[in-house]
């Protein structure tokens, strides 16, 4: 199997690397305005013979690099140890290594396949859908390559930023694992990731984020010509500060489609599913939390005031949403729950990511009390209704939070609500008017784009891996525990 899974990753970016050629380092040039002194007739005519002088290309600031690559730790440290002890401390006793291992060999594996080939389609240009090969194997980038950010004439070393988007799609395929965990083979895992990381994350992480950068928007006409390069959904508009849709629903939905087409766990509804270490989902969730300023305020690119923004919302909206959701429990249940509370800061997270950098305090504070709220009916109320054994309500946090938190920038990012408004690079400044509606309606695209493509990808997926290798250990080894069956090994020597 090992030797299998290896010819299909290597074939794979073979394929892909037949297109692949060198990348120039990105460079924008300004010319510098400077106040010219009289001259002779001579003195002018030997000046304009004379070759002009090569104008200096930006250079990053030190700060911002070391930002970046701060954050870039933090997005890492999200996955491993992060989400893995979340996940693994609400699973039973018999199944916690294997899922930290997932987590850790799914975070290696997408490592790798981003530097092979998912940072070129992802971040390069092609069409509205895919972007190109020219990065295929990080063809050309040299650690004097540099990255646009959001302000005309600031870039950051392009390692930096594959870096940090590395981490970005290792955290969202390790998200999955959490909807089918206790019940699935752990090559049937790595299968899956390959597919859905190459067929959807990629994709869709092009159409909302790929675009040319801020200066090439020199004017209506280039303005045009560089947005039409861009990706589909940026191109439409959608605001996505962090990864709303490109790492939450999408991550989500897929999860949600791996639980129906796998099927429910042996004995689920008819024996108890408890956590078996809250400690550890405890500890889980509050590395979350530190890791996802990283993650939000990582996102601006820059060490500046929209990086502050983003810290700041990240900060208000996970505690806001603390609080409705074991309000709203205490009120339903009777009492409060730890659980609740780790889980109400992960809906928080989830729904202030896409509005991090472009809501105002105040906004970001209302859609945590919305996320806690709406999260809590996600993974009781609606989980009933969609009678699926999402083990660990990747859906209902993830999903419904995403979900909300996308629509809801649309309405806070408005400059009459404390938000930033949309940013017209031609006339470097905010735009005078903001279409609320009009922004909610192209919010509602990018979602749905997200969970068409992303449920398609998926399903087509878990169909390929269930007819090659197979998607689920057989009965006795579910009962077993995966631990013992897949790995040879346990949590605890009891």
Known sequence: MKSWMKKIIISGALLLSFGAASLAPTSMAFAEDKAAPAATAPAAAAAAAAPAEPVAAPVPNKGDTAWLLVCTALVIMMSVPALALFYGGLVRTKNMLSVLMQCLVVFSLIMVLWAIYGYSIAFTEGNAFFGGFDRIFLSGMTPDSVAATFSKGVVVPEMAYMVFQAAFAAITVCLIVGSFVERVKFSAVLLFAVLWFTFSYLPIAHMVWFWPGPDAFTDAAAAEKATATAGWLFQKGALDFAGGTVVHINAAIAGLVGAYVIGKRVGYGKEPFKPHNLTLTMVGASLLWVGWFGFNA???????????????????????????????????????????GASGAVAGLVAVTPAAGYVGIMGSIIIGLIAGVLCLWGVTGLKKLLKADDSLDVFGVHGVGGITGALLTGVFCSPSLGGTGIY???????????????????????????????GVVAYISYKIVDMVVGLRVSEEEEREGLDISSHGETAYQL
């Open 424 to 454: 017209d690079y031609v006339a470097n400044a905010v735009a005078p008017e903001y279409d609320m509606m009009g922004q909610v309606i192209i919010q509602a695209t990018a979602v749905i784009t997200t969970l068409v493509w992303s």
């Open 298 to 340: 990582g996102s601006a690119l820059e060490a500046n005031g929209s990086a502050a923004l983003a810290f700041a919302n990240t900060l208000m909206a996970t505690a806001a949403a603390v609080l409705s959701w074991i309000l709203a429990e205490w009120a339903l249940k009777g009492k409060p729950s730890m659980l609740g």
